[in-house]
């Protein structure tokens, strides 16, 4: 290890400062007695948060949202934990190029998704929709949850499911009695994480959603109009603030009973 | 008859896996590949008007796509931005990556955290915060003229590809920050002695040793920022203004109010294949390398 680099410190506190500053103007400016976001700050106030309240579309977009988010981050957790044991317990052929297929929705560009489900999804006569929109989101979430679930199952000794299995459970009982209990933490991280990314997905619901928005093409919708920016602001600032919580108490749960230090993943 | 299948599936490894695999394949061939492939089957069809589509194969609209010059503009212009956004994230990140690998020691995890929360905030507010910074009356133009060191807000900043790089850079830091931190992290430290007490300099070890060494975090990095820019859409659209635009805009009108579909499908196909082409040349480069340094 080295001693000390100040120079290098004063760097990262800097690039550090840049990550998170831009963030921070959205919950400075809505609580900022004006319409426009700019300088210098003309006093406090609450009625932009007012004013967000006051707006039904909100609601009807946040529970549209709540909805596509729940079932996205369920699913996609199913699959993703039946994917991470198998490629995490066995050695089986064909387990890299599986292994590609399984994270490569997460690397090719997402409009290409939205566009090929577009293509596919009217072609077989459907009206675009929620239901398009969900289906995107669990492609989209599965890989993520797949990394959360590997290294928590990573994690642990296999052994134990071997005792149990010796001591004569059969594969479905070790698999709840046994490696469920184990795993949950990691579980539980993989439904927020996923319920996180479809919540705050924007590409796959503005091509597919047809005429119901979710809560960031509602957002997306009303920035086109300076006079209605200052609810969005109110409204980003909370988004921003329940997710940051969200997001801890995920990687609170995902490290919880496992050895510290450990390689750090997404 | 039973009792045989039972142990065959209890003695293959391949059936179990793949038997938990299912879920996942199927859906990997019904909502990704299966997609993908009819996009590029419809690639080589013809929209007549707005409801009918002519299914008789042709390559008329991959010569009409390269005989658009605005269409072949936009598509070197995303590929262009991308470039420069994944260099300027990778040049930005590496030395804080590089202080939490070899100088933070307490907390660490706590360091970690830092450098993944900002991914986890809403991508579309994450661009919306440059909006109010970069805007004509955002924070910098009205911050620079309240303390009168301009009188006329700056018009350059906004509404450019400068702003689209600024943007994306700030958008996709954690996925640079985080493999490069990982590969460096891994890098044996008495290696670096080693390569110090034999009378390299700081440099020379960093050029010599740990740049190397820390390569595949490099090309993680650039893979994973650099495909995903390229078909970027809500960026340039919120702070790229006519200059910033990329492809991606293009497709989306030819999904939407253009409605012509193949004409979209083609932008798309050829979108993938140029980020496909340039990813391939990309790890055959940085694989070599890194053959040669081991």
């Known amino acids: 290890m080295e001693q000390k680099n100040n120079s290098l410190l004063i760097y990262t506190i800097f690039y550090f400062l840049f990550l998170y500053i831009p963030v921070l103007f959205l919950p400075l400016f809505s609580f900022n007695d004006s319409n426009y976001m700019s300088f210098p700050l003309s006093g406090f106030t609450f009625r932009h948060y007012e004013d967000m309240w006051s707006k039904a579309p909100v609601f009807r977009a946040l529970w549209v949202s709540i909805k596509v988010g729940v079932i996205a981050s369920v699913v996609s957790t199913v699959i993703a934990l039946m994917a991470a044991k198998a490629f995490t317990k066995y050695k089986f052929i064909g387990s890299r190029v599986s292994y590609a297929a399984v994270l490569l929705p997460f690397l090719i560009p997402e409009i290409i998704l939205a566009v090929s489900l577009i293509v596919i999804w009217l072609s077989l006569g459907f009206k675009l929709g929620l239901v398009p929109v969900t289906i995107g989101h669990i492609l989209f979430c599965t890989p993520f949850c797949m990394l959360i679930l590997i290294s928590r199952i990573e994690g642990f000794d296999s052994s134990l499911e071997e005792a149990s299995r010796d001591l004569g459970e059969n594969a479905w009982g070790t698999f709840w009695k046994v490696s469920f209990p184990l795993y949950l933490p990691g579980i539980i991280a993989s439904l927020l994480l996923g319920f996180i990314i479809s919540f705050d997905e924007f590409i796959l619901a503005f091509f597919l959603s047809g005429s119901d928005p979710t809560l960031p093409m509602y957002m997306w919708n009303q920035l086109r109009f300076i006079k209605k920016l200052p609810h969005v602001l109110a409204l980003g600032a909370i988004i921003i603030v329940a997710t940051t919580f969200v997001v801890l108490l995920a990687y609170w749960l995902r490290n919880l009973g496992q050895a510290k230090n450990k390689d750090f993943k997404i | ?294």
């Open chain 2, 1 to 294: 008859m039973w009792g045989y299948v039972n142990k065959l599936y209890a003695r293959s490894d391949n059936v179990k896996a793949y038997t938990l695999l299912t879920p996942a394949l199927i859906f990997f061939f019904c909502v990704m590949l299966t997609p993908m492939l009819l996009t590029i089957a419809f690639s080589f069809f013809t929209q007549i008007n707005m409801n009918e589509i002519d299914y008789s194969f042709t390559t008329d609209r991959y010569v009409e796509f390269f005989n658009k010059p605005l269409l072949t503009s936009l598509l070197f212009k995303s590929v262009k931005i991308s470039f420069i956004v994944t260099f300027v994230t990778l040049l930005t990140a590496y030395p804080a990556a590089y202080y939490i690998a070899f100088y933070v020691k307490k907390n660490k995890t706590l360091w970690l955290i830092l450098m993944s929360l900002p991914f986890w905030t809403s991508y579309l507010l994450r661009i919306f915060s440059w909006k109010i910074i970069l805007g004509t009356k955002g924070v910098v133009n009205s911050g620079l003229i309240t303390l009168g060191l301009i009188s006329e807000p700056l018009s350059f900043i906004m509404y450019s590809q400068t702003a689209v790089v600024i943007t994306l850079s700030h958008a996709w830091a954690a996925f640079a920050l985080l493999p490069l931190y990982v590969s460096l992290d891994k890098i044996d430290y008495s290696l670096i002695e080693a390569s110090r007490d034999l009378g390299n300099s700081r440099l020379e070890t960093f050029w010599r040793v740990t740049f190397p060494l820390s390569l595949p975090g490099v090309i993680g990095a650039i893979l994973i920022i650099f495909i995903p820019t390229v078909g970027d859409y809500v960026t340039p659209q919120m702070v790229g203004g006519v200059d910033g635009r990329m492809l991606s805009y293009m497709i989306q009108s030819y999904f939407g109010k253009v409605n012509n579909i193949p004409m979209g499908a083609v932008s798309a196909v050829i979108m993938l294949a140029a980020v496909a082409s340039i990813t391939m040349i990309v790890s055959y480069v940085t694989t070599k390398l890194t053959q040669r340094v081991a």
